[in-house]
């Protein structure tokens, strides 16, 4: 998986650059399961194709679907890139990222 927006692509906007970040830790953090980080690794591929709010709606039901803890440093990140882009409730919304799921790292 490639670690920089690929060459030929625009920038990525500030949002999208946390939300790629966070499911790219994610990914290294849970290597030994292969289903969450497929699906992790399209929340990358969707910001990489300029799809921001889909890829926040996206890693708000992938931590819900799956269940995996979320560290508090992740949770922070996203939470700061759903303020910018005004949809809070995508990490809020049905229970995706609760305090309860918050790690301490």
């Known amino acids: 998986m490639c670690r920089r927006n690929p060459p030929g692509n625009p920038p990525l906007d500030p949002p999208g650059a946390v939300i790629r970040s966070v499911a790219l830790r994610m990914v290294r953090r849970l290597a030994d399961r292969p289903q ?10 969707m910001v990489e194709n300029d799809e921001t709010e889909l ?38 919304g049905g229970g995706a990222v609760g305090h309860r799921r918050v790690g301490e790292r």
Do not use: C, K, W
Request: glycine share 2%.
């Open 36 to 45: 969450p980080v497929s699906a992790l690794t399209s929340v990358v591929h």
């Open 55 to 92: 890829a926040m709606d996206d890693i708000g039901m992938l931590i819900q679907y799956f269940r995996f803890p979320v560290l508090r440093s992740e949770y922070e990140d996203l939470v700061h890139a759903a303020r910018l882009l005004d949809s809070l409730d995508s990490l809020t």
